[in-house]
């Protein structure tokens, strides 16, 4: 286990290390006409591995982390649809846990990695988290969802997040509820520098809790 030191410092390299490897091949990217080549969800894993010190399941299947927790990513840096958290919690899949609540039961942590550009002119990266086992208003935005795709008011199987692309808040949205999110760890970038920390609390995956935006 690192320390909280020693995780920080390979927090920022990671992070700069996904800023100059996306930026480093847009030019190519954008001279043979494709998209940039991005992993945002294999990033976002790996970044949420090194800061919490929680591994991954290699190449087993199931949650994002080893203690059940889901890792879910966002990128704006050259996107062409709107970017948001897909598929937060389970629908229309064959488990067991599927469509209803207990598939918040068995993680312990959610956590939302979105990457941004401020109005400041620097690349961001923020991390949210939340305890669906516990958080009651979280839960209880779910327990709507699910109740409303249940009575065929929503017919879609992807529960949907929209994150604050581009603002300083922490509401992120739903059509369940808007809801502001405890905010774990946020880094910015100046153009002409490298990552570093704007807020980091260790608190928040322990105490956090969501509020009504």
Known sequence: MMTDETAMAAVLK???????SFHDVEPYATATGHP??????????????????????????????DDGSDVKGANTWEAIDTPRFNGVIKAG???????????????????LVLWDDTSRGT?????????????????????????KRQSGEIVSDNF???????QDTNVIRNTCGN??????????RAADGSYSVVTYDAAAPVTGVCSPA
């Not at 899949?93 to 956590?111: I, W």
Request: net charge positive; with cysteine; proline share 7%.
């Open 14 to 20: 990671l992070l700069d290390l996904h800023y100059e």
């Open 36 to 65: 940039v080549p991005t992993d945002t969800r294999g990033w976002s894993q790996i970044l949420v591995s090194v800061l919490t010190g929680v591994k991954g399941l290699e190449r087993k299947k199931g949650a994002d982390l």
């Open 93 to 111: 899949t064959k488990a067991a846990s599927s469509g209803n609540m207990t598939s918040l039961d068995a993680m312990p942590h959610l956590y």
């Open 123 to 147: 690349a961001r990266c923020r991390i949210w988290v939340v305890r669906p086992q516990t958080d009651p208003v979280f839960r209880a935005m779910c327990a709507a969802w699910y109740a």
């Open 160 to 166: 949907q997040l929209h994150p604050p692309r581009g």
């Open 179 to 188: 809801l502001t999110y405890p905010l774990y760890f946020c880094a910015e």
